[in-house]
């Protein structure tokens, strides 16, 4: 232990370190960084701390796929990772979680969190929605209309119903809008069209 408190291990087995990540989350009751080598190491410490504590919040932030100035685009799923994770600290998480990211991502810049807390649309069932609105946020949020959605960043209109696949692993979000209210939010599978989760609250972020 140095005279910080600041704790050095070298040489954990790989799994093993996983547990001392926890101890540590346990230890000082706050979130816990972990810079992992890269996203093989970040991969398999996600995996490891789901297998010791899956109730544990873990967030993942990749780093890009591609070199800045690159002819090509970032893959559409780590951007929306970033985001979906950059949303989530601007909001608020609780007291104890770990934050996974690697060396390459630590060193990436990302954009202030005034930007990112007036990147995100937020609404509840039973609230009135500006569908003008909404579409500008969207579209100036990135979000590509097209017939159905299948991937993030998409967004479909049929009437009062407005699909939208926001970034993360939760899958679009179906808005049910009677008149200018929000009659109902859900869930669904992109491919089968079926409901996975009845939403009260819905948060929007870039893809």
Known sequence: MTSSGHITVGGAPEGF?????????????????HVA??????AAMQAALAFFKPDIPV?????????????????????ATRMATLAALVRGMPDQFVLLTT????????????VLREAVFSTKVGRHVDESALH????????????????????????GIIDIFPPGDGGPVRLDLFGDVLDGARRFDPSTQRTTEKLDVVELVPP
């Not at 370190?17 to 960084?33: N, Q």
């Not at 080598?37 to 970040?42: F, G, I, L, P, V």
């Not at 060396?103 to 005034?114: D, L």
Request: hydrophobic share 40%.
């Open 136 to 159: 500008a946020f969207l579209v100036r949020m990135g979000f590509v209309q097209s017939p159905t959605v299948m991937e993030p960043g998409d967004y479909a209109v049929r009437g």
């Open 17 to 33: 370190d996983a547990r001392l990540v926890l101890d540590e989350v346990a230890g000082s009751r706050h979130a816990v960084l």
């Open 103 to 114: 060396v390459n991502a630590a060193t990436q810049r990302v954009p202030a969190q005034t």
């Open 37 to 42: 080598r890269d996203d093989k190491r970040s």
């Open 59 to 79: 967030l993942v932030f990749p780093s890009w796929d591609c070199l800045p100035y690159d002819r090509v685009s970032p893959n559409p799923e780590i951007s």
